[in-house]
């Protein structure tokens, strides 16, 4: 089992930046894979961007290109996601995931991970 906890998000203008976090817990050994996802009200949970165990492998959506950045600290069991630049149509609750599973894939698709946090809600204001 890993528990995930998001944190770290909030209300901005255009432009500006924020740093997410997620803290995982439990069987950390296993969370070979981590990505984060977002969901707008009324739409579908989308992929933002995956990492691999050591860092190495990273996924981002084309949206978010440029513009964030994810990054893992296995050591102190965190995954993080820094957006710069931000825009109004990245308004959404942001969530972590895991994918315990030894595929190591990057996968883009909700269906790729098994574990889930409760999500962040994230505002930006033009």
């Known amino acids: 089992q890993v528990q995930l906890v998001e944190s770290g998000g909030g209300a901005v203008q255009a432009g500006g930046s924020l740093r997410l976090s997620c803290a995982a817990s439990g069987r950390t050994d296993s969370t070979y894979v981590m990505g984060w996802f977002r969901q707008a009200p009324g739409k579908e949970r989308d992929f933002v961007a995956a990492?691999?165990?050591?860092?190495?492998?990273?996924v981002y959506a084309d949206s978010v290109k440029g513009r964030f950045t994810i990054s893992r600290d296995n050591a102190k069991n965190t995954l993080s996601l820094q957006m710069i630049s931000l825009k109004p149509e990245d308004t959404a609750v942001y969530y972590c995931?895991?994918?315990?599973?030894?595929?190591?894939?990057?996968?883009?698709?909700?269906?790729?991970?098994?574990?889930w946090g409760q999500g962040t809600q994230v505002t930006v204001s033009s």
């Open positions: 990492i691999s165990w050591f860092g190495g492998r990273t």
């Open positions: 995931a895991a994918d315990v599973s030894r595929r190591a894939v990057l996968s883009l698709t909700t269906r790729g991970y098994g574990y």
